[in-house]
């Protein structure tokens, strides 16, 4: 048993993306595809339907849908690894993450953990990309529990793996990250992205 257990959200908060939506753009000028206001506007509808549903890949059913609504024609499974890759070269972690991660990990008395909305394995790929999963005691995705955050599932799955006599959670999202552990009586910090990390976990020790 820990004496603090600190939480933090992946996307937007240890990993920072200069302009997401380039990232789709981006893959699909890799497959030889216009990305067009129709494309885009069917691939995302699709997207963020299925990955509120948890369906298994929310990537392929946009990308499908996509091509079904503007009749172009790709391959999908290509199409997805190329997102993912996309993805991950835009992901930047800059050094002071690291530090700040770092000096909590030699911390006494301290586990760390990662609690992000998506599916295990691109979170968990993205944080071994970025030599940022030797930190961590323990991640959760929002996938595996089959709740989103806020939702409070998540976070009273986040206890059983990391049983501590206080949470934190550190986090972007005003809902997801800072209501969602208010309401479980975790502590929360709001950072603005990976920049303010560094002064979250200043307030922490
Ligand atoms: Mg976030």
């Given at each position: 048993m820990s004496d603090v257990a600190v939480w933090f959200d992946l996307d937007g908060t240890l990993l920072a993306f200069d302009?997401?939506?380039a990232v789709v753009e981006h893959a699909c000028v890799e497959m030889g595809i216009d990305p067009t206001d129709a494309f885009l506007e069917a691939y995302y509808d699709r997207f963020f339907d299925a990955f509120r549903n948890y369906h298994p890949d929310p990537f392929r059913a946009g990308v499908e849908r996509a091509v079904m609504a503007t009749g172009s024609y790709v391959d999908a499974v290509a199409f997805v690894d190329t997102i993912r890759e996309a993805e991950f070269d835009a992901a930047k972690v800059p050094e002071a993450v690291h530090d700040a991660l770092a000096e909590l990990e030699a911390a006494d008395g301290v586990a760390l953990g990662v609690l992000t909305n998506g599916l295990e394995e691109w979170q968990r790929g993205k944080l071994e990309a970025n030599e940022?999963?030797?930190?961590?005691?323990a991640t959760l995705t929002s996938y595996e529990v089959g709740r989103h955050k806020p939702a409070p599932e998540v976070f009273a799955r986040a206890e059983k793996l990391l049983p501590a006599d206080e949470h934190v959670m550190v986090g972007?999202?005003?809902?997801?990250d800072v209501a969602g552990a208010r309401e479980r009586g975790w502590r929360a910090i709001h950072v603005d992205g990976p920049e303010s990390v560094g002064d979250a976990v200043a307030r922490i020790r």
């Open positions: 302009d997401y939506g940022l999963l030797g930190y961590f005691d972007d999202d005003d809902e997801a």
